[in-house]
């Protein structure tokens, strides 16, 4: 049975517990906590478990209820009943959502039948997770979605951006921990899954490469899981980047990001101080933490998903591109389609950047990609998969393609083997022209009027930009009486 087919094969059971009141969330959740367990057993890593608590004990309980009393007992103290840091950071606050003895019974029975491995003896545990995690995301009601980004576009954020071993590497917004998953697995693929390293050298990758900070406790749980599952150790930390805890984390070869959307609750500003430019919209705040937290070496690197408003607002969103722009090499932005994220019509880009060795004129020229203008509206008709970035992955990488820029130019080509694409979508726009636009990003869509960008109004780019300074307006005037008020 193939890593997909188990995988709806799990999925599916949630259909049978819906009368237990479970939701597709809280059924994840519990599939994390048992799939756990199962995992201590195949792995081999049970001594860390109290004998009572250990997987065969509840595969092999006849009475339902004593199973399921022993499991509400196990989330309840193996906090404090192990010496296991994983295993506490897994189970942390951790209640059932279960209320039939039957249904645990159904569910444990289910995993221990299943076959973990396909034929050429691969672990494909990893692989019914990351379906497990994607099928919750598409689940709309679940609201799972903002915490998973779709799986092509990390992957080819992760393939652009040429990860290397001994590198550090880090998502300041980690939901799932998919973007770090990836990267690993790019270098597991190129380097026999690490076997051809030396003791130190897999322990730094396995520990030590990569690492994670997650805001909601959930999906903090689920991103470990998810590690686990990948043969990953990584450091994922339940805290909020932009406090305080967030001055820590610097100094890093990569990051790959896709922050959460919106301002912060109440408007308020973060509470860290080293921001020069704070303000109250997230992802402005996260793009300066990204760039901030970028090694000097020029050679530190970031792809960081975000959307329009970061490119064209006023204030402090235009002294925060140009420090960014002076800081880094904002060598290539990528105008995604619409409608591939959770929340319909939201429109997105990807930022790719380099760190520069100086404070100053580290951009040139910013290369742009339209993916946006007449493309076909992704869905269940239309897949989004990596062949939609075919086209980009050509004129990014000077029609060469990711190994021989890899070997050759590690990992960014020159603008004139850019300059030699020939593609409506792909076009140069210099640091001076960027600047006389009051240093907006929002450019490179190709001009058609007959554009639907994801909706069906047809309407054309410049009135959709009007009504949306209209609403930011608005929103302004709200903010400022509300602040009034309090």
Do not use: C
């Given at each position: 049975m193939s890593a997909e087919e188990i995988a709806n094969k799990l999925w599916n059971l949630c259909n049978v517990l819906r009368d237990d009141g479970v939701t597709y969330h809280q059924y994840l959740n519990e599939l994390t906590y048992i799939l756990f367990l199962k995992l201590s057993e195949v792995k081999g890593?049970?001594?860390?478990?109290?004998?009572?608590?250990?997987?065969?004990?509840?595969?092999?309980?006849?009475?339902?209820?004593?199973?399921?009393?022993?499991?509400r007992k196990f989330l309840a103290e193996i906090s404090n009943k192990t010496s296991?840091?994983?295993?506490?950071?897994?189970?942390?606050?951790?209640?059932?959502?279960?209320?039939?003895?039957?249904?645990?019974?159904?569910?444990?029975?289910?995993?221990?039948?299943?076959?973990?491995?396909?034929?050429?003896?691969?672990?494909?545990?990893?692989?019914?997770?990351?379906?497990?995690?994607?099928?919750?995301?598409?689940e709309k009601k679940s609201g799972a979605g903002q915490y998973f980004t779709p799986r092509p576009l990390i992957n080819v954020m992760v393939d652009l951006l040429?990860?290397?071993l001994g590198e550090k590497w880090n998502d300041p917004a980690?939901?799932?921990?998919?973007?770090?998953?990836?990267?690993?697995?790019y270098l597991r693929e190129k380097h026999d899954e690490y076997y051809e390293l030396s003791e130190k050298e897999r322990k730094f990758q396995e520990e030590e490469a990569f690492s994670g900070v997650e805001l909601v406790g959930d999906a903090h749980r689920l991103a470990l899981m998810n590690a686990h599952l990948h043969g990953m150790e990584s450091k994922i930390y339940l805290a909020d980047t932009l406090t305080e805890f967030g001055k820590s984390l610097k100094n890093f070869d990569g990051v790959l990001a896709n922050p959460p959307f919106g301002t912060k609750k109440g408007?308020?500003?973060?509470?860290?101080?080293?921001?020069?430019?704070?303000?109250?919209?997230?992802?402005?705040?996260?793009?300066?933490?990204?760039?901030?937290?970028?090694?000097?070496?020029?050679k530190a690197r970031a792809a960081v998903v975000l959307p329009d408003n970061v490119l064209f607002e006023d204030g402090d969103g235009q002294r925060i591109r140009r420090d960014l722009m002076d800081k880094c090499n904002v060598h290539t932005i990528l105008r995604l389609p619409t409608g591939i994220f959770y929340a319909a019509g939201v429109k997105t880009n990807v930022l790719f950047f380099t760190r520069g060795t100086t404070e100053t004129g580290n951009t040139k020229n910013v290369w742009f990609y339209d993916m946006r203008t007449n493309v076909p509206n992704y869905g269940k008709r239309t897949p989004f998969t990596e062949k939609a970035f075919e086209d980009f992955i050509k004129a990014y990488t000077g029609g060469i393609g990711y190994e021989e820029v890899e070997e050759k130019y590690d990992g960014l080509v020159s603008d004139e083997m850019r300059e030699k694409i020939k593609d409506e979508r792909w076009n140069r726009i210099s640091r001076e022209k960027i600047a006389e636009k009051n240093d907006s990003l929002?450019?490179?869509?190709?001009?058609?009027?007959?554009?639907?960008?994801?909706?069906?109004?047809?309407?054309p780019v410049e009135i959709a930009k009007e009504a949306l300074a209209e609403i930011q307006e608005i929103t302004k005037q709200l903010n400022a009486m509300i602040k009034e008020l309090n």
């Open positions: 890593f049970e001594e860390h478990l109290p004998e009572e608590y250990r997987w065969r004990g509840f595969v092999n309980e006849t009475d339902n209820n004593e199973a399921f009393v022993r499991y296991s840091d994983s295993i506490k950071e897994i189970y942390a606050d951790a209640s059932t959502s279960l209320r039939k003895p039957v249904n645990f019974n159904t569910l444990v029975q289910a995993i221990d039948k299943i076959d973990w491995y396909e034929e050429n003896d691969r672990d494909v545990m990893g692989d019914i997770y990351e379906s497990l995690l994607e099928k919750n995301a598409g040429v990860p290397k980690a939901g799932t921990f998919g973007f770090m998953i990836s990267a690993d697995h408007g308020e500003r973060p509470t860290r101080d080293d921001f020069t430019f704070p303000t109250s919209n997230k992802q402005l705040n996260f793009l300066q933490h990204i760039y901030r937290s970028l090694k000097k070496d020029g929002d450019v490179g869509l190709i001009v058609d009027s007959s554009v639907s960008n994801g909706d069906d109004l047809g309407e």
